[in-house]
């Protein structure tokens, strides 16, 4: 069983709707939750991050943590094409980017 | 801005090369990595370097090696090419103790 698991996708939506994509894992000493976006042809860049458990809102993306649950989620609201990317999760449980364990990463495509 | 340049963007070799993939970065980051993306896996961790001349091994180090020498870049060899090896290669950098990863743009390498 993988640490963090994320649904591949590919997930299609059209242009204004509301975007929800999450990852669940397995390691409880995660404490640092990212999520990072990766155009095509293009390296990952971190999108945002939270520490533990709880919202954390950039803009129209809001990253969620439930730590009892042992998942996570990223919401993007009103979805633009720009957004079109893949989606990958990562945590790690503090020791620094070395650590980091990613999900698979979910090709999301907003349709205009 | 922090930038990672990986050398080549695309490359074809046979198996049984010894291939050499570059990566050099800017912005004095202690840290640099080397990780692989393949479809339904996401990304996972061959090598990482916490200094000049130290490495450790990651998640998929067989059939991989690596060499730093000085700070600023980072070299992936695989020693003799095979066709599983086909991937897309991702080069990264950290401050120590940061967790967040400043990527490359990746080199997609086939084995033919």
């Known amino acids: 069983q993988k640490e963090v698991e994320q649904d591949p996708g590919p997930l299609s939506v059209p242009e204004g709707a509301i975007v929800s994509l999450n990852c669940t894992y397995s390691n409880s000493a995660f404490q640092y939750f990212m999520w990072y976006r990766q155009y095509s042809r293009k390296g990952p860049e971190l999108l945002m991050y939270?520490?533990?458990?709880g919202n954390k809102e950039d803009g129209r993306f809001t990253a969620q943590v439930d730590k009892s649950s042992k998942y996570i989620s990223l919401f993007i609201r009103d979805s633009q094409p720009s957004d079109s990317a893949t989606y990958l999760c990562a945590m790690s449980a503090g020791q620094g980017a070395q650590k980091l364990v990613f999900g698979q990463g979910t090709r999301l495509t907003i349709n205009p | 801005d922090v930038k990672v340049t990986q050398s080549s963007r695309y490359l074809v070799k046979r198996t049984g090369e010894k291939v050499f993939l570059e990566c050099v970065q800017d912005m004095d980051h202690e840290n640099m990595f080397w990780y692989r993306q393949d479809p339904g896996l996401g990304l996972r961790l061959i090598y990482f370097?916490?200094?000049?001349?130290?490495?450790e091994k990651g998640d998929i180090p067989e059939g991989y090696s690596v060499s730093r020498e000085k700070k600023e870049r980072f070299s992936l060899i695989l020693e003799s090419a095979s066709t599983n090896q086909t991937s897309m290669y991702l080069c990264?950098?950290?401050?120590?103790?940061?967790?967040?990863?400043?990527f490359g743009q990746g080199t997609r390498l086939t084995v033919v």
């Open positions: 990264a950098s950290s401050l120590t103790g940061a967790i967040e990863a400043f």
């Open positions: 370097s916490y200094d000049v001349k130290m490495k």
């Open positions: 939270t520490y533990s458990s």
